[in-house]
């Protein structure tokens, strides 16, 4: 079975852990809206603002 993936890609670096992902200081947070806010902040905090959405 092949299965075909399409989509952007935003390369972020090398050995992203899920500290990196989603930083454990915002575990607190249970708004789905204010959690992708943060994402990735730990490998940058430019990463979410920008990110488009989708």
């Keep these: 079975m092949n299965t075909k993936i399409t989509g952007k890609i935003i390369v ?4 992203i852990d ?3 992902i ?8 249970t708004d789905p809206k204010e959690i992708g806010s943060h994402c990735l ?3 940058s905090e ?8 989708g």
Excluded: E
């Excluded at 430019?46 to 959405?53: H, L, N, R, T």
């Design 46 to 53: 430019d990463i979410a603002p920008s990110f488009p959405k």
């Design 12 to 15: 972020v670096g090398d050995n």
């Design 22 to 29: 989603y930083p454990g200081r915002f575990l607190a947070i």
């Design 18 to 20: 899920t500290d990196q």
């Design 41 to 43: 902040c730990g490998v």
